[in-house]
């Protein structure tokens, strides 16, 4: 059995490794605030498209901000989108604040690059911040996103997030952005991967992306977040995980939508990444659980329990998500599920993404 067990080693140490991100994670979000003497102006850069029921909420969150001196640029590719009447409520509501609406879109595969194009335009600031629709903030969201771009050595500040839900479905999901992903993106932070970004905020200098390429560079690809921050490291220089943690909302409530969105991550994944998503499978502590259990590996099926969920209970501690720290017990299970969307992954590069149907290309570029 001691041979047996050498194969739940890195499976338990990459669990290891998740909890001690997690905890070294809340230890900065626990850090008092102070604001940073550096702060630029700032042209926030929303791509909309459609309402749902909290998008009004995290519109106006972005408006109210600790912040001397920004804009708000939201683009819509549509005249008629229901967002556009929400916007012109809010430029009526707050005419101190500048807020500016851009019905337009460049030709683009991704079509929120398309209208990020657009918008890039506009914007008049040496610092942009690029968050989804659906992505509601604190009020020092800006100064938190902005100061650490005082380093010259950093190109990208990137944030996690925690996700509410409105049906079982998203509630899965939901446990599994938190227990699953998220202690990944800690990971990552916590041993230097230089080039991951998350869509909930990209905060960087206009001046790194236009020598990168500008957005034109990410027309082609559906996970625009991650190539954005590749491009920039290219010039020499990194993502920071910030300790701000804003909120989304998951808008896919069934099972088959849920299942839809996490395929499309996959897919998306495998092709960007290439063989290193090959040993994603580490990460399923509850396969490796099954494994042993199955083997009768007791000692390694006991420590594998122990440590996936203390993992999943602090990340979702350190995000401060009060429905994935009552589910916790559950991440096992998850991943058995995201094994399942791991696999899946592998069986075609066919994606569905807003009401269309697209291939996934090598490297993670869109083919309609």
Sequence with gaps: MGVYSLLFV????????ALAAALHFQTRRRR???????????????????????TSEAFLSQIR??????????????????????????????????????VESAAAANAKVGILIALARQARYPIWVVNDADIRVH?????????????????????????????PATNWEALGIATDFMPSVFVAQMIGVRDFALGATLAFRAEDLQAAGGFQS???????????????????????LSECVVETSLDEGTWSGVWNH??????????????????????????????????????????????????????ATALANRNARRLFWLAPVWDLYAFC?????????????????????????LIE
Excluded at 33 to 48: E, G, I, N, R, T
Excluded at 264 to 290: D, E, F, N, Q
Aim: aromatic fraction near 10%; hydrophobic fraction near 45%; charged fraction near 15%.
């Design 10 to 17: 890195p499976s338990v140490l990459y669990q290891a490794m």
């Design 32 to 54: 008092r605030f102070v604001a940073s003497s550096f702060q630029p102006p700032v042209s926030v850069l929303k791509p909309v498209r459609g309402l749902d029921p909290n």
């Design 65 to 102: 901000q600790n912040y001397p001196s920004f804009e708000v640029l939201f683009g819509v590719s549509d005249p008629e989108d229901p967002a556009v009447c929400e916007i012109q409520r809010l430029q009526a509501q707050f005419p101190a604040t500048d807020i500016r609406l851009v």
């Design 139 to 167: 009020q020092n969201y800006l100064a938190e996103v902005t100061a650490p771009l005082s380093d010259t050595s950093i190109g990208v500040v990137t944030c996690a997030y925690r996700a509410w839900a409105n049906s």
């Design 218 to 240: 990410i027309a082609d690809y559906l996970a625009d977040d991650y190539q954005l921050a590749r491009q920039i490291a290219t010039l020499g220089k990194r993502t920071v």
């Design 262 to 315: 996490q395929l499309r991550w996959g897919r998306t994944i495998r092709t960007s990444k290439g063989p290193g998503y090959l040993g994603l499978p580490i990460t399923h502590a509850g396969v490796w659980l099954l494994i042993a259990v199955c083997a009768h590996a007791w000692v390694a099926a006991a420590l594998l329990v122990f440590i996936r969920l203390a993992s999943a209970w602090q990340s």
């Design 341 to 365: 969307v791991w696999s899946a992954s592998y069986m075609g590069n066919r994606v569905r993404w807003r009401h269309r149907t697209l291939r996934v290309g090598p490297g993670g570029r």
